[in-house]
């Protein structure tokens, strides 16, 4: 069935480094791939999101690209900052439900 | 716009205790879902409702029950509380569901002890 994986955590940084994280799909049809964050005590809010292949997702500096000849969704941001510190979900529209996550944590 | 809103934010219950808790979203989506967050284990579907007077199991059912009596509202429902049934729950919505283009809006979380 359809799916998602994504790379666990825990992720920690120093600040101004570059962060990737892993993500992959499978899928029978040509889901839309979205990237949501979760912040300390707050619930999940839509960070970004791409409808189709070759679509850039991007937001707060973040950027996912939906790789259709990969099924790769993988979340950069080139220089993370301490109030990036959070989970990040990976998810597509075919999945109502979301895994573990991966926590980064970035240090100052 | 509030988006979606859930009361309590915080409560304590003891074993056997029932409980509701209360979602609202002002933003007229058709589908609502009840999710449960623990340590390591992500965030795993309860209950969810792809219209009013419509509900349907998600990946972990047992122990609570579901009603939307009205669009903007979902209710979730506890009758006997366990220890088990610690942990924090969201709740979301969405204007469409699996196999549309949707993006889901989270409320804040109730964060649920059981003793």
């Known amino acids: 069935g359809d799916s998602v994986t994504q790379m666990e955590g825990p992720v920690t940084l120093s600040e101004e480094a570059f962060l990737t994280i892993n993500c992959t799909y499978t899928?029978?049809?040509?889901?839309?791939l979205f990237w949501y964050v979760q912040y300390p005590g707050e619930g999940l809010q839509l960070l970004l999101k791409a409808t189709k292949a070759d679509d850039k997702g991007s937001n707060k500096g973040f950027e996912a690209t939906y790789r259709k000849e990969t099924t790769s969704f993988h979340l950069e941001k080139g220089s993370v900052q301490v109030s990036d510190s959070a989970v990040y979900f990976c998810s597509n529209d075919y999945k109502l439900s979301f895994g573990a996550g991966t926590t980064v944590t970035v240090r100052a | 716009n509030a988006g979606v809103t859930q009361t309590p934010k915080f409560r304590v219950l003891k074993t056997g205790q029932s409980m509701t808790l209360l979602c609202a979203q002002d933003m007229n989506h058709e589908y609502m879902y009840w999710y449960r967050q623990d340590p390591g284990m992500g965030l795993r579907l309860i209950h969810y409702s792809v219209g009013e007077g419509t509900t349907a199991k998600g990946e972990v059912p047992d122990g609570y029950n579901v009603s939307r009596l009205k669009k903007q509202n979902f209710l979730l429902g506890l009758e006997s509380a366990a220890p088990s049934q610690t942990s924090v729950y969201f709740c979301?919505?969405?204007?469409?569901?699996?196999?549309?283009?949707?993006?889901?809006?989270f409320g804040p979380g109730t964060r649920l002890t059981v003793t």
């Open positions: 899928a029978t049809g040509y889901p839309s």
């Open positions: 979301a919505s969405s204007s469409g569901g699996a196999g549309d283009i949707y993006e889901q809006y």
